[in-house]
């Protein structure tokens, strides 16, 4: 860096009184990190940098020396342009971004400079200011993004997981929020219990949902319970009045007071109808028949296996919440005679329809639907039977097949030998209608699948009338 005495004619000499030069020098390295005074050829005349730059080399030592020599490869480029520039008459040049080399480590220092022309040998005057601060917040800035994009991820993944074992978890749970008293999140055993759909749940007064008998506040008792560490609280459906297990475990999140509250049927006691539930719940859920509840509108409460087959769902979930007559051939037409006469009757027995699978197949069914009580509202239950099992089972057996029944009538009324012949026949001529189908007709064929001669397959279709009815 270039000494105060004498700097003022080094930069300015001949331009400016001396008092005027001083000062000029002063401002130049008081508005710039590094300042450079450079000949019209581009080699280093004077150079002054702030104290604070510590470029790490002792950069006194350019000056005499060729600017280019202290650029990298892509600055030379920059730096040629920007005398050109000057050299066609331009007084200034716009802000340039230069990298100097500092060492054969590789080590670079990023400075924007400012070209300016003063003097009559033009003389090149660059202002610069050091860029390696601003590179190193950007570089902190990134690191931030990087890692809030990282934490993001995790909060995704973690609330994946924590959805998938809500809706994986048989228990009735419950997420509350303490200071609005209000259900905030409930899994589809929940939804179940408590006869509402899940996003009708969410939002809920807790009070809406169970209460306790007498004066006690509801949540006031589950905080009491879960400060304790273990036990439960009794209370009842609001709907239904049905006795209810509650176990509250409390916790803290982005400093809301929350509770975890797992609701289970009363097991204490002598169970009222507790088994039989559990029959009816083992019943819906590996019944060959598809079976499905639905909501008063038909929105889909709850489905079976069974249906997801039919409609060919990968999880139930898929389903829930979703019209009835999204599934079905003739939509909402089906629908509204399916719930209209269920409502206005309480059943409908073997209406005959089409489910709609998710990929566009379609199969036919025969539904019936039943309207039940859950609490204050109305819900339907539908069993759908695939039938087109059902018409294959009911088929006919075909025309001459032997049948057991009428066999075993004719013992007593025919001797063995006539009744062994008779039935004899009738597989000799189901076994030869059978070749000649197979084979599209040609009897050359029919006669090598038997292991019979052309003459003697000739002579059973004429026994068998089987040649006059093809040629007819």
Not at 25 to 51: M, N, Q, V, W
Not at 228 to 252: C, H, I, N, Y
Not at 370 to 392: C, H, K, Q, W, Y
């Amino acid at each position: 860096m270039s000494p105060a005495g004498g700097a003022a004619e080094a930069w300015f000499g001949g331009m400016l009184p001396d008092a005027q030069a001083e000062l000029m020098s002063g401002l130049i390295s008081g508005i710039s990190d590094l300042a450079l005074l450079l000949r019209s050829d581009g080699r280093i005349l004077e150079l002054r940098a702030k104290p604070t730059l510590n470029p790490g080399v002792d950069m006194s030592l350019w000056v005499g020396k060729p600017m280019r020599d202290y650029l990298n490869r892509e600055s030379l480029v920059k730096f040629d342009r920007c005398l050109a520039t000057l050299r066609q008459g331009s007084a200034a040049v716009p802000l340039t971004e230069l990298n100097h080399r500092l060492g054969s480590d590789g080590h670079e220092m990023p400075v924007s400079y400012s070209f300016h022309r003063i003097g009559a040998d033009g003389e090149i005057l660059m202002l610069g200011r050091d860029l390696r601060p601003m590179a190193e917040m950007q570089q902190q800035l990134v690191s931030i993004q990087i890692s809030l994009e990282r934490d993001y991820e995790k909060q995704r993944d973690t609330e994946t997981r924590l959805r998938v074992l809500m809706a994986a978890q048989p228990e009735a749970c419950l997420f509350v929020n303490v200071a609005r008293r209000e259900v905030t999140e409930a899994n589809a055993a929940a939804a179940s219990l408590f006869g509402r759909r899940q996003d009708v749940l969410a939002g809920s007064p807790l009070h809406a949902l169970l209460h306790r008998e007498g004066d006690e506040d509801l949540t006031d008792r589950l905080i009491d319970v879960a400060a304790a560490g273990e036990g439960k609280v009794t209370a009842q459906l609001a709907a239904s009045g049905m006795d209810v297990d509650v176990f509250p475990s409390s916790f803290r999140t982005s400093g809301t007071h929350m509770l975890l509250c797992r609701v289970e049927r009363r097991r204490a006691g002598r169970e009222v109808g507790g088994p039989m539930e559990d029959r009816l719940a083992g019943l819906f859920a590996n019944s060959p028949d598809a079976m499905i509840f639905t909501a008063a509108d038909g929105a889909i409460l709850s489905a079976n296996g069974s249906f997801l087959d039919l409609a060919d769902i990968g999880q139930e979930q898929d389903v829930r919440g979703r019209p009835l007559a999204e599934f079905l051939n003739r939509g909402g037409v089906d629908a509204s005679i399916l719930l209209e006469n269920a409502e206005r009757s309480g059943v409908l027995r073997l209406f005959a329809t089409k489910i709609i699978g998710a990929h566009g197949g379609a199969r036919p069914v025969e539904i019936s639907i039943t309207r039940l009580r859950a609490g204050s509202e109305t819900i339907f239950a539908l069993v759908m039977r695939d039938a087109s099992r059902v018409d294959a089972v009911r088929a006919k057996p075909p025309s001459g097949s032997v049948d057991m029944g009428s066999v075993i009538d004719l013992i007593g009324k025919q001797s063995l030998k006539d009744i062994v012949a008779r039935t004899t026949d009738v597989i000799e001529k189901m076994c030869i209608e059978a070749a000649v189908e197979l084979t599209s007709n040609n009897r050359v064929a029919a006669a090598d699948m038997l292991g019979l001669s052309r003459q003697s397959l000739y002579v059973k279709l004429r026994k068998y009338d089987i040649l006059k009815r093809d040629e007819g």
